[in-house]
């Protein structure tokens, strides 16, 4: 049973390769048209790609397979895992000359959309590369939400059940309805894209740059251009056009299209987007009264990157418009609280998500409410639903998992010999899918490059945990689930 199951696995991955090898052509004709010679590695990676994949398919044909949440845990792991090897081949082959460990931790980082990168010398690097790491963003924000939304929901991984949709929730059958609801996200999404590069462009940047940051923002994934990412630019309204946007995208994409689609204002009341953009706007305004107040900044200054820099963590973006870790130790320590919270279920963005918090709050609150009245009953609410003893529990599950995750990997980053700024940080950017740390090495002004191979895939481990809500991957490592 579980050659059968990792044999439709493999064979629904090798056309997701034939896709990407598809992808690939497009760099290869702006190198093409730009006169750089990278044209030929990303060719030549395509139909290297393109064949192989397109003999696995060949050989891996058998009937549909029977949907089971075994096979679903199976599939996610190798897509992404085929996803992060195939983006990384041109990166590791282009004239950037990045090893192995480099290319995949690119590739991982684009693809799970946290934005940290170990290239350095982005002014002047291929165009083809620049907007294959911007399209990797892209193509993997589209995935993420199909995963929110659909297949991680199915496997009631992270509390995340509680959130199907209408769409999705046919019992054995998660995909019956995935079709309509594809066409108006993809076009929800392409539009939003499209909206963002017109703002790009009418706001201070050329085309190139605003097809690339559009495909970064809407994704939230924060690769820039430009090694100095947003400060490159130094227009306050490009400011504000980027905030909005990376606000926007991390709200839930299924409420987006019942906005749109129906016309029902009553969406964006959701629990969840409430109390997403009440913490973004407390953030945002603390940070701009201290920096005002400690740096003297004028405030409209204060308050526009104030918003930009916390809006980027808090929707995991990973932008940065100056090192705000030089504005002062409330700032560094608000910066640092921000990176574990994240975004809204369903969207693009990261980290552990407001709903989870909503619930963590409303579940510790009725029992401290259940010491005093062991015998009353207090039910655990989200909105106006009560949340059942299960989703409760595979939030509790899922949030320290998270936070032992965090512990453990910064206990293996402090013995490759990084500080503790350092370690604890580059761990929880990466598992929340941020992109920036602290301190000098990886901080706003910094990036990855310094940092060795064995630093590397473990931090690349790190973005696909928690891209992938951390249990996802860590189910198909233990014994009993390859029992048959």
């Not at 684009?110 to 193509?139: E, K, M, N, Q, Y």
């Not at 199915?154 to 959130?163: A, D």
């Not at 899922?398 to 936070?403: D, H, P, R, S």
């Not at 690349?460 to 009993?480: A, D, Q, Y």
Request: aromatic share 14%; charged share 10%; glycine share 10%.
């Amino acid at each position: 049973m579980n050659a059968t199951l990792i044999r439709h696995a493999v064979h629904i991955s090798a056309i997701l390769g034939i896709y990407l090898a598809c992808a690939m052509l497009v760099p290869a004709m702006v190198d093409l048209y730009y006169g750089h010679s990278d044209w030929q590695i990303f060719a030549a990676s395509a139909f290297m790609v393109g064949g192989l994949s397109l003999a696995t398919f060949m050989a891996t044909r058998m009937g549909p397979p029977p949907f089971s949440k075994k096979f679903g845990f199976v599939l996610v792991n190798m897509l992404w895992a085929v996803f992060s090897v195939v983006g990384a081949i041109p990166l590791w082959l282009s004239s950037m000359k990045l090893d192995f460990a480099q290319a995949l931790f690119e590739s991982v980082s684009a693809i799970t959309t946290t934005g940290a990168t170990v290239i350095v010398g982005l002014d002047d690097a291929p165009p083809g590369l620049l907007l294959w790491r911007s399209l990797l963003c892209w193509l993997g924000g589209i995935g993420i939400v199909v995963l929110g939304l659909f297949i991680i929901p199915y496997l009631r991984v992270g509390g995340m059940s509680f959130f199907k949709m209408e769409s999705s929730d046919t019992g054995d059958k998660p995909f019956a309805r995935l079709a309509s609801f594809s066409r108006a996200f993809l076009a929800i999404y392409v539009v939003i894209t499209l909206l963002c590069t017109i703002g790009y462009f009418l706001t201070g940047m050329n085309r190139f740059d605003a097809i690339n940051h559009a495909m970064s923002t809407v994704a939230t994934g924060g690769f820039s251009t430009h090694d100095a990412s947003f400060a490159y630019f130094g227009s306050i309204p490009l400011l504000w056009t980027a905030t909005f946007f990376m606000a926007l995208c991390s709200l839930p994409f299924s409420i987006l299209i019942v906005l749109v689609a129906r016309g029902r204002l009553d969406a964006l009341r959701d629990p969840q987007i409430i109390v997403f953009l009440g913490y973004l706007s407390a953030f945002s305004i603390a940070v701009a009264v201290y920096h005002r107040l400690a740096n003297g900044v004028e405030f409209h200054l204060a308050l526009a990157h104030s918003f930009f820099n916390i809006t980027s963590i808090l929707s995991t973006s990973g932008y940065a418009s100056q090192d705000y870790s030089l504005w002062g130790p409330f700032v560094v320590i608000a910066a640092f609280i921000a990176t574990f919270m994240g975004g809204c279920s369903g969207s693009t963005a990261g980290g552990i998500k407001a709903y989870r918090f909503i619930v963590l709050f409303n579940a510790i609150r009725s029992g401290l409410n259940k010491i005093v009245y062991p015998n009353a009953i207090y039910a655990v609410r989200y909105g106006g639903n009560t949340v059942d003893a299960d989703t409760q529990r595979s939030i509790f599950l899922f949030f320290i998992t998270y936070m032992l995750l965090w512990v453990l990997g910064s206990l293996a980053m402090g013995a490759l010999g990084y500080d503790l700024v350092t370690a604890t940080s580059a761990v929880i950017t990466c598992l929340s899918n941020v992109g920036p740390g602290l301190g000098p090495i990886i901080g706003p002004a910094g990036n990855f490059s310094t940092l060795g191979d064995p630093e590397l895939y473990l931090l690349s481990l790190m973005m696909l945990l928690g891209r992938l809500e951390v249990l996802t991957v860590l189910v198909i490592l233990t014994p009993v689930f390859w029992k048959h």
